[in-house]
């Protein structure tokens, strides 16, 4: 289910920070189904909103992949504490 980071560098342009959930749930090697599954069940980290619509930051994804695709709520945790300290 997790996606390389490799792979993900490899796939997006620098510039790209967002995507929207087609590419995040190709990026993750999921169905887009799956993927809204796991936003709403907070298996994956947090969208961003812009509007209406959700995006997910490209660092975010990568880092909760490099993290083992830990749980929303334990991913935001590690990362506020990588923040800090």
Do not use: Y
Not at 17 to 44: F, H, N, Q, T, Y
Not at 73 to 84: G, H
């Amino acid at each position: 289910m997790s996606v390389s980071v490799v792979e993900a560098e490899a796939t997006l342009s620098p510039t790209i920070i967002m995507v929207r959930a087609p590419e995040a749930a190709r990026l993750v090697g999921v169905s887009l189904r799956k993927w809204w599954v796991m936003d709403s069940s907070g298996a994956c980290p947090a969208p961003v909103r812009l509007g209406r619509s959700k995006h997910w930051l490209v660092e975010d994804l990568k880092s909760w992949a490099s993290l083992g695709c830990p749980p929303r709520e334990e991913f935001q945790a590690r990362k506020q504490a990588n923040q800090a300290g």
